[in-house]
């Protein structure tokens, strides 16, 4: 009589039986589950490493050994060395009770004794399969749940979480910060991230933009005026940096700042003190600064346009904030976030993305960063006509051209790391999703994972 082995994947159990009484007995016992069959420990082998059960119901005694254990303990041997995660359940004959026993005390997740009972099988069958969703539920959250995310950030990627942690050890100082990156990729939310992990959240974060004012205008934003100091001035009016006494100043487009007001912030910055436009009166404010630009400044400083004594006062810890096409699967998480956002605040019934839609999300080179995601998003969510937006409704190609150079081992390296968060992210962290979008065994993720440090 031939022997069996059966692999549970959900909806799918794959049989090695080449026993038709053992196969028809165990195709009724899991009369649920879609059947698959081998016949020998080549042919089980080839099945687990294409199909990743998580359980594996195994005989011991198979060919070409069915009267011994020989064959059984080296599939054994070879599934968890292969797939450590692996659920294998042993069957055996009554007076084999202490192969049983060796097989567990091998790694084997639990045994049975022969002749099989559907009932105990089945609960002992629901129950592996019950572990290894808990067991992926777990890596789940370990692989999306950033430890080092700041408030309002989105994203998990390794670049944004070299910033978050760079944040989370400046936030409790008062070191003044100079975020620079290009436009749109999210300056503005990183320094009220930074301002809500400081010992100054409970006051005001002030933020005001240099070169969205009039150079006119500027000074009286930021300094204040008196009553009667120029023509309009009807009443005393505090600035800006005073309004942000005890809290945070966040002047954004530092780098077109006026020379003239150049000069006036530096003595701030020394002194502590300001005072109104028309005023006598010394008034110390204290706040903390935080400034952010898309400017090169070191250029700005060769060309005179930026004071360099200025930009030592400001940067005390400089931060660049990348942009988001060097942020591997962000676009996918921050198109989720801003989808569930706009799809409550405008009513509007949609669901998710199209596979064509995350293909194109994830290989989009984003010019205009997250700010460009945010407006594609919303005019999706306004304009698809079902129920999960399409790359039409983005506005964007079905297919985009990666970039990459050509050092090969580098380039090789960087694309596996790129697509494994690309597929935690389209997944969204879900492992046994991710390893089929992938096209490999859950165990060889497991693998990749590790190699990549992706796991914690």
Known sequence: MRNAVVVINPGKVLVIEDDPLQQM???AALDSLDLLEAYDRTEALGLLREHAPPVVLL????????HGV???????????????????????????HDHAVRAVGCGAYDFHLKPIQTERIRVTLDRALHLTELEDEHQRRLLSTSHTSLPGVVGDSPAMLKVCRTIERVA???????????????????????HALSARRSERFVAINCAAIPDTLLEAELFGYERGAFTGAVKQTQGKIELAHRGTLF????????????????RFLQERVLERIGGRREI?????????????????????????????????????????RERDGDAVLLARYFLTQYASSLGRKVKG????????????????????????????????????IRPEDLDLPAEAEEIGDLDLRSCRERAEHAVLRRALARSEGNLSLAARLLGVSRPTLYDLLRQHRLRS
């Open 172 to 194: 409790p100082s008062d070191l003044s910060v100079v975020l620079t990156g290009e436009s749109g990729t999210g300056k503005e939310v990183v320094a009220r991230a930074l």
């Open 251 to 266: 002047l954004d487009e530092i780098g077109d700042l006026p020379l003239s007001l150049q000069a006036k912030l530096l």
């Open 25 to 27: 007995h165990l195709r």
């Open 59 to 66: 005989d011991l005694g198979l060919p070409p050994d069915p």
């Open 70 to 96: 020989t064959e059984g303990f080296r599939v054994l041997e070879s599934i968890l060395d292969s797939a450590p995660g692996t659920k294998v359940i042993v069957m055996t004959g009554q007076q084999d």
């Open 353 to 388: 993305y199209t596979s064509g839609a995350l293909r194109a999300l994830d290989t989009h080179r984003w010019p205009g960063n997250v700010r460009e995601l945010q407006n594609r998003v919303k005019r999706a969510v306004i304009m698809a006509e079902s129920p999960r």
């Open 284 to 324: 110390e404010v204290d706040v903390r600064v935080i400034c952010a630009t898309h400017r090169d400044l070191g250029k700005l400083m060769a060309s005179g346009e930026f004071r360099e004594d200025l930009y030592y006062r400001l940067a005390e810890i400089g931060v660049h904030i990348p942009p988001l």
